[in-house]
C-alpha cells in the first residue's frame, strides 16, 4: 500500500480548451504521481451551510473531530482523462460505528472547467483496502470550485444499508461523456489532524494511502 504525502507544488489547473492559474498543493504517492489541489484566496474555516434531511452517520464536515470545518478554496483535484492532468478519481473510506441504513451523501465539491459540468459520487464496497463494487452511484453537477460555501446533498429514500465495522468508501469520478472535466473536492481544516485511508485512480486502478487532510463529505441516514 503507498503511503501518501502532504508536498508543496506550484502548478495550474487546466480542462480541455481553458485553464485556471492557481497555487498548487498535492498528495505525492510514492510512486512519485501527484494528485493536484488547486487552491484561491478565499477564508480557511468554511462552515458548512445545509440541514441534511436525515441524521448524521458520519461526517468530517463538523463533529468527527473538533472545529471541523472545509476549506472552500482548497480542493483534491478530480479529473476526466481528456484534461491537462489525466484521470485522477478520489475516495475517501469509512467504517461506521453502527447498522445503518445511507439516505443521503453529502460532498463538497466543485466545477473548474470541461465541456459538461457532470460527475459521478459513488460509495463502494471495499476490496481488500481500495474501493471495490459501486453499491450505489448518482450523477451530478457541481457548484462553481471556490465559491462559498456549497455542497453537494444527493439523496435516496430506499437507502444503502451499511455494516458496523465494515469499511466502505465515498468516490468523485468523470463520467465517459465528459471526460475533459475538471473539479475539485474540498479538503477539511482546523482540527483535522488525523489521517484517513483515501485513494486515487489514474486509470490503472485504484491506490490506497494516509491522506492528511481528507476530502469533505458527510453520511446521513438511520
Given at each position: 500500500?503507498?503511503k501518501?504525502?502532504?508536498?508543496?507544488?506550484?502548478?495550474?489547473?487546466?480542462g480541455?480548451?481553458?485553464?485556471?492559474?492557481?497555487?498548487?498543493?498535492?498528495?505525492?504517492?510514492?510512486?512519485?504521481?501527484?494528485?493536484?489541489?488547486?487552491?484561491r484566496?478565499?477564508?480557511?474555516?468554511?462552515?458548512?451551510?445545509?440541514?441534511?434531511?436525515?441524521?448524521?452517520?458520519?461526517?468530517?464536515?463538523?463533529?468527527k473531530?473538533?472545529?471541523?470545518?472545509?476549506?472552500?478554496?482548497t480542493?483534491?483535484?478530480?479529473?476526466?482523462?481528456?484534461?491537462?492532468?489525466?484521470?485522477?478519481?478520489?475516495?475517501?473510506?469509512?467504517?461506521?460505528?453502527?447498522?445503518?441504513t445511507?439516505?443521503?451523501?453529502d460532498?463538497?465539491?466543485?466545477?473548474?472547467?470541461?465541456?459538461?459540468?457532470?460527475?459521478?459520487?459513488g460509495?463502494?464496497?471495499?476490496?481488500?483496502?481500495?474501493?471495490?463494487t459501486?453499491?450505489?452511484?448518482q450523477k451530478?453537477?457541481?457548484?462553481?470550485?471556490?465559491?462559498?460555501?456549497?455542497?453537494?446533498?444527493?439523496?435516496?429514500?430506499?437507502?444503502?444499508?451499511?455494516?458496523?465495522g465494515?469499511?466502505?468508501?465515498?468516490?468523485?469520478?468523470?463520467?465517459?461523456?465528459?471526460?475533459?472535466?475538471?473539479?475539485?473536492?474540498?479538503?477539511?481544516?482546523?482540527?483535522q489532524?488525523?489521517?484517513?485511508?483515501?485513494?486515487?485512480?489514474?486509470?490503472?486502478?485504484?491506490?490506497?494511502?494516509?491522506?492528511?487532510?481528507?476530502f469533505?463529505?458527510?453520511?446521513y441516514?438511520?
Amino acid at each position: 500500500m503507498n503511503k501518501l504525502l502532504i508536498l508543496a507544488l506550484a502548478g495550474m489547473m487546466a480542462g480541455q480548451g481553458a485553464a485556471i492559474a492557481a497555487t498548487s498543493i498535492g498528495i505525492v504517492t510514492d510512486n512519485g504521481k501527484p494528485v493536484d489541489f488547486v487552491q484561491r484566496n478565499l477564508p480557511a474555516g468554511t462552515n458548512v451551510v445545509h440541514k441534511p434531511a436525515y441524521p448524521a452517520i458520519l461526517e468530517n464536515f463538523a463533529n468527527k473531530y473538533p472545529l471541523g470545518v472545509y476549506n472552500a478554496s482548497t480542493g483534491a483535484a478530480v479529473s476526466g482523462p481528456n484534461t491537462l492532468h489525466g484521470q485522477i478519481w478520489l475516495a475517501t473510506s469509512f467504517t461506521p460505528k453502527q447498522d445503518a441504513t445511507v439516505k443521503e451523501i453529502d460532498v463538497a465539491a466543485g466545477y473548474i472547467a470541461g465541456t459538461k459540468n457532470l460527475v459521478s459520487v459513488g460509495m463502494y464496497a471495499d476490496a481488500s483496502g481500495v474501493p471495490g463494487t459501486v453499491i450505489w452511484s448518482q450523477k451530478t453537477a457541481l457548484p462553481t470550485f471556490s465559491g462559498c460555501c456549497s455542497i453537494v446533498a444527493l439523496t435516496d429514500k430506499a437507502g444503502v444499508p451499511v455494516t458496523a465495522g465494515t469499511r466502505y468508501w465515498v468516490g468523485i469520478t468523470t463520467l465517459a461523456n465528459a471526460s475533459d472535466t475538471s473539479a475539485a473536492w474540498n479538503l477539511v481544516v482546523r482540527n483535522q489532524i488525523k489521517g484517513a485511508l483515501a485513494a486515487q485512480n489514474r486509470g490503472s486502478g485504484w491506490l490506497a494511502g494516509e491522506a492528511v487532510p481528507n476530502f469533505a463529505f458527510g453520511l446521513y441516514g438511520d
